[in-house]
């Protein structure tokens, strides 16, 4: 009797239940080794499809049911709640997709909280496919946080066996995937980027990123979906950084930086150069030079000088990246940084004793200052260089750090200028870059001017001849590549040419060390292989003459430093004999009559310090040096300008002063300043008028005044005498003659005006038609015609 009341109540309970509820109970089955009955699922589907209202219930129905199997074990019963719920998610339409989330996420979360691994998966599989699903509004206030922190704790699975613990740590992985897919997209929803999301996902992602090798991995791979949690790890730590506005690209880098400086992930530096590279070309281009100068912020803020020194080897492997994207202001800003890094470094480390560590991080920040300017186009590279060549301390003596800063800046300035491919010297060496280079060029810090030298072999060498003229020798130079200069770089060597020479020589007898006349020698024959002309002559020999007499004249320099001196000199009138094809045999026979009786005369160059080199008396005859004379004759036979070579005074002032130098001679004699104003002329093609000296100085000198001098002919010239001559005649009667003078001196022409005037009104008098008597009465009321306004039809 009581077991027919149990059945009979169990009846009246199951058809009284709600329809939906018989319908989810009906895709259990009896079994649950036999799985979900798939005629029943079509039969909720269907009902949840035509009664969407009904969806938050049997969603809240199915999260009961799964709950109380879990408290149970029953696993394969919760399996089969959550493929009905995958199911119905796929099946509901977007609009009524919010009614049944809230319970598939109750649901997940649920599920993510046992501790069973294969629920845990089985749930991050689930939100994935949540994630993939577009929605047409957003839930505002839906919140991810819980699933943040259990996918990244997922990502750093610590399980014994291998292969659940990369299962756990791909579905961590995964799951942190779809967190990102579902709110990056939306601004409306949870805010991924804020602070305790990012310090939670992106060190999850490195931790598995260097838990193995992606790269090796990758090759490996033959279908496009990642296997392995390093290499899936990537791949979304690329979607992260490409999906990152500018205002969102510190979130991500500081907790990367941050999780490299705790984990001493920079040493070695294979592992962080990888991870920035990641981050350099996935990140939107126009904001990767904001990864530059984080990283550049963040190597001021580090202390231990090996890791600064291995951030900056990855700052130069990366900073490449940025440089195809940074124009104009972000470039020089960080070329900027770049050398507030190098000056605070010298100025930190001045009064310690040398530490190589602190050398190798300098030097790593100028190659990553020369990488970044490799990738920027010439005109870019040329302000690159003025701009470092501004940041260049004056050379003081008292002041070590700024000794050494001038030589960790002109390294800098070095490597840019190696990767400038020069066209035109004109623009290679402008004013404002060239002025400041050449006064570094002449201090006695004899580190700077090799530096300088170099700077300067770097720019001029267009034709990769630096190695082959790099031997001081009397010798043919072979395999030299040589090409006559344009007409630009003419007038630039008749222009500077003077200047640059001045500071070789001022280098060279500043000291008698080998290298540092090595070097001015190789600028020299690089100056003569690429702008020595039959115009340009003049100018190198001149420079060659005023060595030669630098050396026979200065009694402070030791007996080999003017050996050295006559030996550089005889090469280079060699080599642009050799160049030009003149007076070759004239330099042929100097050297033979040298190799008998002066061989010390010869290079190659020696540091040979005996005694008997310093007591000998070095007295050079006439016919072992160089015929000044006797060059001026072949270059006049030649028909070659040799204006400069006649001068009595060829070196007035050991130099020939320069735009540059900032000397105004606005107010001064311009005969004073320059002997021969024809000898610096840009055009040699244009004849020149002869100066009058009186003339020249009574003149002003701005550039009309300079333009009547050069172009003017001999007739105007003699028209201006002229009419100066009458200006002064004039002048004098005025200030002498009265009054009454001057009035009978302008009667006749006044009456000549007068007469002149009257004509003119009569013939315009008798062109008028004749008036009639009317036409005269009403004339007599009318007004002149130049007192009439004109009539308002003819304004337009």
């Known amino acids: 009797m009581l077991s027919c009341c149990a059945k009979l109540s169990c009846c009246q309970a199951g058809c009284f239940k709600p329809r939906y509820k018989r319908l989810v109970d009906n895709i259990f089955p009896a079994n649950p080794e036999e799985g979900l009955v798939k005629s029943n699922m079509e039969k909720l589907t269907f009902y949840s499809l035509s009664s969407p209202e009904k969806l938050d219930r049997i969603g809240e129905y199915l999260y009961q049911k799964a709950t109380h199997d879990i408290n149970r ?98 579905a961590g992985i995964k799951g942190l995937q779809g967190v990102i897919r579902k709110t990056v997209s939306d601004d409306l929803v949870e805010n991924i980027w804020e602070r305790q999301h990012m310090e939670k996902i992106v060190p999850s992602l490195l931790f598995n990123m260097q838990s193995g090798n992606a790269r090796e991995e990758e090759v490996n791979e033959e279908d496009n979906e990642p296997k392995t949690p390093p290499v899936l790890a990537e791949s979304v730590l690329r979607e992260l950084v490409s999906r990152a506005s500018f205002s969102h690209i510190n979130d991500v880098l500081k907790p990367l930086l941050t999780h490299l400086d705790h984990h001493q992930l920079w040493i070695p530096h294979e592992f962080a150069i990888h991870t920035f590279q990641i981050v350099m070309l996935s990140i939107q281009p126009q904001y990767s030079y904001r990864v530059v100068e984080t990283l550049m912020s963040h190597l001021d803020t580090t202390a231990s000088a090996k890791t600064k020194t291995y951030i900056a080897v990855v700052l130069s492997a990366i900073i490449s990246i940025a440089a195809g994207e940074s124009v104009g ?83 800098s300035l070095l490597k840019v200028s190696v990767q400038y491919r020069t066209v035109s010297f004109e623009k290679a060496f402008p004013a404002s870059f060239l002025q400041p280079l050449l006064k570094m060029a002449k201090v006695t810090e004899s580190k700077v001017r090799i530096i300088v030298m170099e700077i300067l072999q770097a720019l001029l060498d267009r034709h990769k001849n630096q190695q082959i003229v790099s031997v001081v020798t009397i010798k043919k130079y072979h395999s030299l590549s040589l090409e006559p200069p344009s007409r630009s770089d003419i007038i630039f060597a008749n222009k500077q040419v003077g200047n640059l020479m001045n500071a070789l020589i001022n280098s060279m007898l500043l000291d008698d060390q080998v290298i540092t006349l ?279």
Do not use: W
């Open 73 to 170: 074990r029953r696993y394969k019963l919760v399996e089969i709640a959550m493929e009905a719920m995958d199911l119905l998610l796929m099946a509901c339409h977007a609009q009524t997709l919010n009614l049944f989330v809230e319970s598939f996420l109750k649901m997940i979360q649920k599920l993510l909280e046992d501790a069973n691994p294969s629920l845990q998966i089985m749930a991050t599989n689930s939100f994935v496919k949540f994630a993939n699903i577009e929605e047409d509004a957003p839930s505002y206030h839906r919140r991810y946080d819980f699933f943040i922190s259990k996918f990244s704790s997922m990502c750093h699975g610590s399980n014994d066996n291998v292969e659940i613990r990369n299962n756990i740590r791909m």
């Open 329 to 411: 202001p972000s470039a020089l800003d960080i070329i900027n940084n770049l050398l507030t890094l190098l000056r605070d470094s010298v100025r930190r480390d001045s009064g310690s004793s040398k530490n190589p560590t602190i050398g190798q991080y300098q030097e790593n920040l100028i190659n990553a200052l020369g990488q970044f300017a490799n990738h920027h186009p010439d005109y870019q590279k040329i302000e690159i260089m003025m701009f470092i060549m501004n940041k260049v301390p004056t050379f003081s003596k008292k002041d070590e750090v700024d000794q050494v800063l001038q030589i960790i800046l002109l390294k």
């Open 518 to 796: 090595e070097s001015a020698y190789t600028t020299a024959a690089l100056m003569i292989s690429e702008m020595g002309c039959i115009e340009t002559l003049q100018e190198f020999m001149v420079f060659i003459f005023h060595l030669q007499n630098k050396a026979l004249s200065l009694e402070d320099l030791t007996v080999r430093h003017k050996c050295n001196l006559h030996r550089i000199a005889i090469s280079l009138a060699t080599f642009i004999s050799r160049c030009l094809g003149i007076f070759t045999d004239y330099c042929e026979q100097l050297i033979d009559k040298r190799r008998q009786n002066a061989p010390f005369l010869l290079p190659p160059l020696t540091e040979d310090s005996s005694p008997t080199l310093h007591s000998m008396n070095l007295e050079i005859s006439d016919e072992l040096l160089l015929d000044r004379q006797f060059i001026v004759s072949v270059l006049q036979k030649s028909g070659i300008r040799s204006e400069r070579l006649q001068m009595e005074s060829l070196f007035p002032s050991d130099r020939r002063p320069s735009l540059i130098d900032g000397i105004s001679t606005r107010d001064g004699n311009l005969s004073d300043t320059y002997p021969d104003i024809d000898s610096i002329k840009s055009s040699p093609d244009v004849s020149r008028k002869a100066l009058n000296l009186q003339e020249l100085n009574m003149l002003e000198l701005n550039f009309e005044g300079m333009k009547r001098i050069l172009t003017a002919t001999h007739e105007s010239a003699k028209l201006d005498e002229v009419n100066k001559e009458k200006r002064e005649q004039m002048a004098k009667s005025l200030k002498e003659q009265d009054f009454d003078e001057l009035m009978k001196f302008n009667e006749s022409s006044h009456d000549h005006i007068q007469n002149k005037l009257n004509e003119l009104f009569n013939s315009l008098a008798m062109d008028r038609p004749y008036l009639t008597n009317d036409n005269a009465l009403n004339s007599k009321n009318q007004k002149p015609i130049y007192e009439r306004n004109f009539p308002e039809l003819f304004f337009f």
